[in-house]
C-alpha cells in the first residue's frame, strides 16, 4: 500500500496552461504539504494544510493553489504555466503535533515547454 | 528566520569509508533536528532525529549528534555502502514547518 501517492508522475506541458496534481494519503494524517525541489536539489516549501489553516509560503505566486476536498486530498492547481515553473513537486503528511516526521509522496517531474 | 547550513556535494566515496556530512543551524532556542535521505527517483524519508542538545540520533548505521555549542548536527557513518548512494538532507522545526538545507549529494562507488 502507497502510504502519500501522487499522480502523475510525470507532466509535460506549454506555457500558458493550466495544471493540476493529485496527491492522496492512507495513513490518516491531518496535515499535509506541498514543496518544490529545483535541478539543484533544493527544497522549498509551498504550501502547508490542515483542516484549521492554511499557510502560504509568502515566495510562493498566487498562481499556484492548493485544494483540499477532504482530509485524505491535497491537489495543487498552477494556473498560466511558466518555464520557471519546471521542478519537481512533491507531496508529504504528517500528524499533528509530529510535523517533523513528514511522509512523502514520489514526486512529479513538471516540465513546462 | 531560522536556517541550516549543509557542506556542499557531490561527496564520492568508496565502499567502506567513513562518512561525516557537515551541518550547521541558525535558530532562535533550541529545535529539534532531523536528517532525511532522497534516494534516487523517490520522495524523502526521515532518518534520524534529535529533539534535546546532546541528544544522538541513529539509524541504519547513521548517527548524529545534537551539539548545541557548536550549533551543529554532523551526519556520520562508519562504513558506507553503494546502496546509500542518495542525496541527504539537515532540517530543523521553525514554525512548525521544516526548514531544510540545501541537500548533499553521496555517491559510493563499489
Known amino acids: 500500500d502507497t502510504a502519500v501517492s501522487q499522480t502523475p508522475k510525470y507532466l509535460v506541458t506549454q506555457m500558458g496552461n493550466d495544471k493540476s496534481i493529485k496527491c492522496e494519503q492512507n495513513?490518516?494524517?491531518?496535515?499535509m504539504y506541498w514543496y518544490k525541489q529545483d535541478s539543484k536539489k533544493f527544497l522549498k516549501i509551498m504550501f502547508s494544510?490542515?483542516?484549521?489553516?492554511?499557510?502560504i509560503n509568502e515566495t510562493v505566486p498566487n498562481r499556484f493553489s492548493p485544494k483540499s476536498p477532504d482530509k485524505a486530498h491535497l491537489n495543487l492547481h498552477i494556473n498560466s504555466l511558466e518555464l520557471g515553473d519546471s521542478a519537481v513537486y512533491f507531496c508529504?503528511?504528517?500528524?499533528?503535533?509530529?510535523?517533523?516526521?513528514?511522509?512523502f509522496g514520489p514526486g512529479t517531474r513538471l516540465t513546462v515547454t | 528566520g531560522d536556517s541550516v547550513t549543509q557542506m556542499e556535494g557531490p561527496v564520492t566515496l568508496s565502499e567502506e569509508a567513513f562518512l561525516t556530512i557537515n551541518c550547521t543551524y541558525t535558530?532562535?532556542?533550541?529545535?529539534?533536528l532531523f536528517w532525511y535521505v532522497q534516494y534516487p527517483g523517490e520522495g524523502l524519508q526521515l532518518l534520524l532525529k534529535?529533539?534535546?542538545?546532546?541528544d544522538k540520533g541513529s539509524n541504519k548505521g547513521f548517527e548524529a549528534t545534537y551539539r548545541k555549542e557548536t550549533t551543529s548536527f554532523h551526519l556520520e557513518k562508519g562504513s558506507v555502502q553503494v546502496s546509500d548512494s542518495a542525496v541527504y538532507f539537515c532540517?530543523?522545526?521553525?514554525?512548525?514547518?521544516?526548514?531544510f538545507g540545501s541537500g548533499t549529494q553521496l555517491t559510493v562507488l563499489p
Open positions: 495513513l490518516g494524517h491531518d496535515t
Open positions: 532540517a530543523l522545526i521553525s514554525a512548525r514547518q521544516l526548514t
Open positions: 508529504a503528511s504528517s500528524q499533528e503535533g509530529a510535523s517533523y516526521e513528514q511522509y
Open positions: 494544510y490542515n483542516n484549521k489553516e492554511l499557510i
Open positions: 534529535a529533539t534535546k542538545a546532546d
Open positions: 535558530a532562535t532556542g533550541y529545535p529539534s
